[in-house]
């Protein structure tokens, strides 16, 4: 089982920056797929980014925007989202998976956390 708990969402302006955090108990994130999707109001859930192992994945509407990244000594995965758009408007979750990375991604899942992004 894996506990997975978001934290650092929160108001920006278009343009700014939000690093959001997950962290993980009951497995090292090292050991699994660790990935971020996200969900705007109306619409369906959608893939962000993901890691496993040495290997990143990223939706094409954050490439270059968004970096997924791990600690692996806190057990803590990290989204940094720069040059914010309002459509990244939406609530992130963190997600877990054994053994499926990217869109597939479904084992465990986050809270969530709400990122605004004004115009």
């Known amino acids: 089982q894996v506990q997975l708990v978001e934290s650092g969402g929160g108001l920006v302006q278009a343009g700014g920056s939000l690093r959001l955090s997950c962290a993980a108990s009951g497995r090292t994130v090292s050991s699994v797929s660790m990935g971020w999707f996200r969900q705007a109001p109306g619409k369906e859930r959608e893939f962000v980014a993901a890691?496993?192992?040495?290997?990143?994945f990223y939706a094409d509407s954050v490439k270059g925007r968004f970096t997924i990244s791990r600690d692996n000594a806190k057990n803590t995965v990290y989204l940094q989202m720069n040059s914010l758009k309002p459509e990244d408007t939406a609530v992130y979750y963190c997600a877990a998976d054994g053994l499926r990375v990217g869109p597939q991604m479904r084992d465990y899942w986050g809270q969530g956390t709400q990122v605004t992004v004004s115009s």
């Open positions: 890691i496993r192992w040495s290997s990143t």
